[in-house]
């Protein structure tokens, strides 16, 4: 493996702090609270730099969400990690009913508000909801969706990297809040199938995931989805054009569940 390929985190890493440093430095002095609590800090770091960020990686997606989500996403739409809410702008009015973003960090609500709103997603008219919670408070989900099996796609667009207890998570998502029937539409950075880039993956991880919300860069989390086993059908794929090499290799697909 390159070394340059190896090292590319430390790039990312030094333009996030040269995008997000000062503003999370002038939250602490406003509130230095945040002190006592890191995840805390993390998250305010993570919503500086997913301003710029998240915008380029819509960008640079586009063909992506065009052909993943924008025929397949119908009826009330969970996007776990919504981040500042990029997936709506894809979402088919004809065919979705309501538009769920599932983001606990609050400080990406106006975000999603103002992007979704610009969708012709509305709080007030109901086909927004906006909710606070994390992947893996599925109790508090299901409560906020209304009941149980309330979901008909779970979008999932470079989010299962940073949810904790992912297996548990991935299952409960699956098998509590989406419907029969319904489907998952996932685009995720994975564990690299080459030992070379996998072991450069396991030790950026510890760093990466402490400075991005607990982004990590070493879960096969295609290969959980798909292990799943409650799928009628699965259609998972690479990235085209995607180097070998890259620390980030992506995987997507979507997985029917079963009637």
Same mark, same amino acid.
Not at 34 to 45: C, D, G, T, V
Not at 64 to 81: C, E, R, Y
Not at 157 to 180: I, N, Q, Y
Not at 229 to 254: A, F, L, N
């Given at each position: ?46 919503? =500086? ?5 998240? &915008? @380029? ?5 586009? +063909?992506?969400? !065009?052909? #993943? /989500?924008? $025929? ?36 990406? =609500? ?5 992007? &979704? @709103? ?5 709080? +007030?008219?109901? !086909?927004? #909801? /906006?909710? $606070? ?127």
């Amino acid at each position: 493996m390159h070394l340059s390929a190896a090292l590319a985190p430390l790039g990312d890493m030094r333009m996030c702090l040269q995008i997000a440093l000062w503003p999370t430095l002038k939250a602490i002095l406003r509130r230095p609270s945040l002190l006592l609590h890191p995840s805390l800090i993390s998250r305010e770091f993570m919503s =500086h730099v997913w301003v710029p960020f998240g &915008a @380029g990686i819509d960008e640079n997606t586009r +063909d992506v969400k !065009t052909s #993943l /989500i924008s $025929p397949n996403a119908f009826g009330v739409v969970l996007d776990v990690g919504a981040g500042y809410g990029h997936s709506a702008k894809y979402l088919d009015h004809n065919r979705v009913t309501k538009y769920v973003a599932l983001e606990p960090n609050t400080n990406m =609500h106006p975000g999603i508000r103002r992007i &979704a @709103g610009e969708a012709g997603f509305s709080e +007030d008219d109901g !086909t927004l #909801l /906006i909710v $606070p919670y994390g992947a893996e408070d599925i109790a508090l989900l299901t409560s906020a969706l209304g009941g149980p099996h309330t979901v008909n796609t779970i979008i999932s667009f470079l989010s299962l990297c940073g949810v904790p207890d992912p297996k548990a998570t991935m299952r409960a998502l699956t098998d509590e809040v989406l419907a029969p029937g319904g489907e998952v539409l996932f685009f995720e950075h994975v564990l690299s199938r080459r030992p070379d880039v996998a072991w450069w993956q396991r030790v950026w991880t510890p760093v990466w995931k402490y400075a991005f919300d607990g982004c990590c860069l070493d879960r096969p989390t295609d290969i959980w989805l798909e292990e799943l086993g409650i799928w009628q059908s699965t259609d998972v794929w690479s990235k085209e054009d995607e180097p070998e090499e890259h620390m980030w290799w992506h995987r997507g697909g979507r997985l029917v569940k079963a009637a």
